[in-house]
């Protein structure tokens, strides 16, 4: 298979192709490869379980799901409109923008849901980035260190 042009693969999901081999290899793959809590609801339950009544620090998985799930789906939200400007050719009217800004305020609530799970403040998370990225960056950023580094 060339894969060097993808618009002349050709692939049938519903078997019968030369492709159907690799597609079932790769599903059992994926399959062997998944934590027994993604794939089985009583596994999954039991670690909510053991989450919900452990240190009562983190007990409180439920605010990390919602904070985890909310933030791509509202990131989503927002690259779309970032999309439009970019590659669709819309002008970032003031009404877009307010838009963006909307999308934004969606993230934050978001992330305010992740750190009241982690008992931490905005403040902190954000010192700890800039500690993070002073390290790997200490001159300044680098195309090189972004795109080698042990983190």
């Known amino acids: 298979m060339d894969m060097a042009?993808?618009?002349?693969?050709?692939?049938?999901?519903?078997?019968?192709?030369?492709?159907?081999?690799?597609?079932?290899?790769?599903?059992?793959?994926?399959?062997?490869?998944t934590s027994e809590a993604s794939k089985e609801c009583d596994a999954f339950i039991e670690n909510l379980d053991t989450l919900q009544d452990g240190d009562p620090k983190w007990n409180q998985p439920q605010r990390l799901l919602t904070g985890g799930i909310g933030i791509c789906s509202e990131g989503g939200e927002l690259l779309d409109l970032v999309k439009k400007i970019l590659f669709q050719g819309k002008k970032?009217?003031?009404?877009?923008?307010?838009?963006?800004?909307?999308?934004?305020?969606?993230?934050m609530w978001y992330v305010q849901q992740v750190l009241i799970w982690g008992g931490w403040s905005l403040n902190e998370v954000l010192a700890e980035n800039i500690n993070k990225l002073d390290g790997r960056y200490p001159e300044g950023f680098s195309v090189d260190k972004s795109e080698n580094r042990d983190e």
């Open 5 to 33: 042009n993808p618009k002349d693969i050709k692939l049938n999901i519903y078997g019968g192709s030369e492709d159907t081999l690799e597609i079932t290899k790769h599903r059992n793959f994926v399959d062997d490869v």
């Open 92 to 107: 970032p009217t003031p009404e877009l923008r307010h838009k963006i800004k909307l999308e934004l305020g969606d993230v």
